[in-house]
């Protein structure tokens, strides 16, 4: 079993920068993979961005290629989401997943 905890979200203003990370811990040497979704109110829980645990091209949805970076530290056994020029319509709750589990969760709210 893995566990997962987020941490990084906020609220900032329209072509801002947040960064989110998420730290695994357990069966580390389970994960192939991790993803970041995102799920904004009334809509379904969508895949932003995902990395293979060995390396590399990472996948992004179209909505965030040129503005989100994910990337991995192994040492740390963490992935990171770099968000750049933030849109409104970014706005959601920011889920990491590997291996059946979900993280709690992080808000990121965008204004306008």
């Known amino acids: 079993q893995v566990q997962l905890v987020e941490s990084g979200g906020g609220l900032v203003q329209a072509g801002g920068s947040l960064r989110l990370s998420c730290a695994a811990s357990?069966?580390?040497?389970?994960?192939?993979?991790m993803g970041w979704f995102r799920q904004a109110p009334g809509k379904e829980r969508e895949l932003v961005a995902g990395?293979?645990?060995?390396?590399?091209?990472?996948y992004y949805a179209d909505s965030v290629k040129g503005r989100f970076i994910i990337s991995r530290d192994n040492a740390k056994n963490t992935v990171y989401l770099q968000m750049n020029s933030l849109k409104p319509e970014d706005t959601a709750v920011y889920y990491c997943?590997?291996?059946?589990?979900w993280g709690q969760g992080t808000q990121v709210t965008v204004s306008s």
């Open positions: 357990g069966r580390i040497f389970s994960i192939l993979s």
């Open positions: 990395i293979r645990w060995s390396g590399g091209t990472p």
């Open positions: 997943y590997a291996l059946g589990t």
